[in-house]
């Protein structure tokens, strides 16, 4: 029984690249979410999937954030031409059929 | 909206302390509550929950009741120990979301 797992856990990137997040849920879970985490800050809503609904991106800061989630299953978070205070911890998380969301190990971006 | 609001850190307790880390909430309805908690170097870790009004949710040695009037999960342990140095997040489901508090670090020296 796997978790949730993220790759890359580190991501050094230059200011005005595009990045690209992965996130694999738990096998059978039909909600994922993406949050960021930045320093010393609380966890901020980015996106939510569940199941073939259209997502909720209610939370995503600008237009240079995307995700898409293929097959239900595998989540990719995209952000374009990142900035400075795109460095933070991008954490995913999965839920099944109870209100509990289980999350990964998060990737850590730097942005240069 | 709702929210949740816990105490700010860090909190720094010794070995064999008892602890107490205060969370209130603002809500309509009665959402489940939460415990997370995040290691030094990993992710959120669901510590333990409450889904309704008087319900105690416990895991570790941590406890925490759901106290409707006066709308607190607050997070307790008797005896804390090294290992339990980590991020402490309060939090609330709302609409298949997670509302969380900004999370309370704690220190515990040996």
């Known amino acids: 029984g796997a978790g949730v797992s993220q790759s890359p856990s580190n991501k050094v990137t230059e200011k005005g690249k595009d990045v690209e997040l992965r996130c694999d849920p738990i096998?059978?879970?039909?909600?994922l979410y993406w949050y960021r985490q930045s320093l010393g800050q609380g966890l901020e809503f980015l996106i939510y999937f569940q199941g073939n609904s259209a997502p909720d991106k209610s939370g995503l800061p600008s237009d240079r954030f995307s995700a898409e989630r293929t097959g239900g299953s595998v989540s990719t978070l995209t952000i374009q031409r990142t900035q400075q205070e795109d460095s933070a911890v991008y954490l995913c998380a999965s839920r099944g059929g109870t209100d509990t969301q289980y999350f990964g190990p998060g990737t850590r971006l730097t942005v240069l | 909206g709702d929210s949740v609001t816990q105490m700010e850190g860090p909190v720094t307790l010794s070995e064999e302390a008892f602890l107490t880390i205060n969370c209130t909430y603002t809500a309509t309805g009665y959402p489940s509550l939460f415990w997370y908690v995040q290691y030094p170097g990993e992710g959120l870790q669901l510590l333990l929950k409450?889904?309704?009004?008087?319900d105690k949710g416990s895991n570790k040695g941590f406890e925490a009741t759901y106290r409707k009037e006066t709308t607190s999960f607050h997070l307790e342990k008797g005896s804390v120990q090294v290992s339990d140095s980590a991020v402490y997040f309060c939090?609330?489901?709302?609409?298949?979301?997670?509302?969380f508090g900004k999370g309370t670090r704690l220190h515990i020296l040996p």
């Open positions: 409450a889904t309704k009004a008087d």
């Open positions: 096998s059978g879970h039909t909600a």
């Open positions: 939090a609330l489901s709302r609409d298949d979301k997670i509302i």
